[in-house]
């Protein structure tokens, strides 16, 4: 049995709402991490460290064992392939929704519409379930410019004040999913590391609990 785990952490919004759960669980990263150029850090429980790594590499990590643990958006988990991953908790920390937005619901007189966005597999998904044929543009970021510029019909991408929408004069459409942070493992670790994980588990439901 291993005697420390690994826990992949999503920098940014992710990593300032985890914060406070792992202060709660005595699981501070031991380095401040808004200053700290390390990315691989020790806790206050030295069973368990941290890296810290871009949202879209969380599942990566985890699903090749190199994080025993991790915690990313379940935007992120759509995306990701999804192989010897287990989703554990729902942390409920950086909430918002993915939607399909745009200027209108534009009528499609036949032709496919296009649809820029981050959310590929999920977009492909959610537009074959309406039996909606459409042409999906990978974007990397800034997708509500896409409208605006004429690039697309349509973004598919995340919204929680709507603010980003309005700001470019466009608006919330159709919801497709809910989204919140979840715990992830890699489902060998599981196995190998049971007890270990299964108390950090425990901790952090007592923490988003209170
Ligand atoms: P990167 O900079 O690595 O490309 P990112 O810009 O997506 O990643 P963040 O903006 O920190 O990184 O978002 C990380 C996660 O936070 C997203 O995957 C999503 O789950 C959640 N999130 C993103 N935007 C919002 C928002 N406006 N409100 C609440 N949660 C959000
Ligand atoms: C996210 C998302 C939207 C915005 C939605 O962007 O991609 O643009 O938040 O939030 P709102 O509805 O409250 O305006 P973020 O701020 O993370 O910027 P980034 O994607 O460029 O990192």
């Given amino acids: 049995m291993k005697t420390q785990i690994t826990l992949a952490i999503s920098k940014g919004r992710i990593l300032k709402d985890t914060i406070p759960l792992l202060k709660k669980m005595g699981m501070a990263p031991v380095e401040d991490l808004a200053h700290t150029r390390k990315l691989l850090i020790d806790t206050e429980n030295p069973q368990v460290r941290v890296v810290v790594v871009r949202a879209t590499d969380v599942p990566t990590y985890v699903e090749y064992g190199a994080a025993d643990l991790g915690i990313a958006g379940k935007d992120v988990l759509m995306e990701s392939r999804g192989d010897g991953l287990y989703e554990l908790l729902d942390l409920g920390i950086c909430k918002c929704k993915l939607m399909v937005a745009g200027r209108n619901m534009p009528s ?27 042409e999906i543009i990978k974007l990397y970021g ?40 979840r715990l992830v493992a890699n489902k060998a670790s599981l196995k190998v590391s049971f007890d270990t994980l299964q108390n950090v588990v425990e901790k952090f439901k007592a923490a988003i609990a209170n």
């Fill in 142 to 181: 800034s997708m509500e410019l896409a409208p605006i510029t004429g690039l697309a019909d349509l973004i598919v991408d995340l919204v929680d004040t709507g603010n980003t929408l309005r700001a470019n004069g466009l608006e919330p459409l159709e919801h497709i999913e809910d989204i919140s942070s």
């Fill in 108 to 134: 499609s007189h036949g032709q496919r519409l296009k649809v820029a966005t981050k959310y590929v597999n999920a977009a492909q998904q959610y537009f074959a379930q309406q039996g909606k044929q459409v």
